[in-house]
């Protein structure tokens, strides 16, 4: 039971924006999920709406194809530093708002993208959002899902209860229409071993400590998954 509660991802969203940051710079260090869907311009003149934007480590790449782009975060400083790294784009709209209480009208957006934050739990709470999220898509609209594939070393790292965790999540939005499209073999990379050493353990616990005994590697393979629902 004690490896369900180590891991501090809440604490680190909403309290610890460094922490993020450090850790959302680290990942996907190729743009593996960009290029993977950016290469058909399905964000070409869209409507998109971003569920959980964070830092905007994806919302720099991808709002520069969109006619309109919504970054929807509940953190204020993670959406300052979002504002920072997009500066550029103007086209941004930012709504700091709880994803069950998304501040637009009903079918206003074409596209809907979140990386790791619409399977929230409780499951209640993860209910509410998919039914947010189901009242402002368009008809004819897409639903896209980035979240964790339950093998590779990333999730060895993580432990047996967070993979059948990773593997239930993807099987719940399976039986609710959406299809795992692609596979991609991302990594991490941490180029300073001890600020790795330090970031990871404050936000999964020793219950890494084995793993990282023996990881003497800047960079960490991490599988990821594109799931799609078209409306």
């Known amino acids: ?40 311009n399905m964000f070409k003149g869209k409507v998109v709406l971003e569920i959980g934007c964070g830092s905007g480590r994806y919302t720099q790449h991808l709002a520069k194809f969109a006619n309109n782009y919504y970054a929807l975060d509940i953190s204020s400083p993670l959406l300052e530093l979002a504002k920072k790294k997009c500066y550029k784009i103007k086209k941004i709209e930012y709504l700091r708002n709880s994803a069950e209480r998304i501040p637009l009208p009903d079918h206003s957006v074409d596209i809907i993208f979140s990386s790791w934050a619409m399977i929230m739990e409780p499951l209640s709470l993860r209910r509410r959002v998919f039914k947010e999220a189901n009242r402002v898509i368009k008809k004819c609209g897409e639903i896209i899902i980035i979240d964790n594939y339950w093998k590779g070393q990333f999730m060895d790292m ?14 719940w939005i399976n039986k609710r229409g959406f299809v795992t499209t692609n596979i991609l073999d991302s990594k991490f990379y941490f180029p300073n071993k001890a600020e790795c050493i330090t ?3 404050y936000i ?10 023996n990881f003497n590697s800047k960079y960490l393979e991490h599988k990821i998954l594109i799931n799609r629902k078209k409306i």
């Open 1 to 40: 039971m004690k490896e369900k509660t180590v891991e501090k991802w809440d604490d680190v969203y909403l309290l610890q924006e460094n922490a993020y940051e450090w850790f959302s710079q680290s990942e996907d260090i190729n743009n593996e999920v960009v290029i993977a869907l950016t290469k058909t």
């Open 158 to 171: 993580r432990g047996s209860y967070e993979k059948r965790k990773a593997k239930a999540n993807i099987n």
């Open 199 to 201: 970031n990871l353990r």
């Open 204 to 213: 999964f616990g020793n219950k890494i400590s084995k793993f990282l005994e």
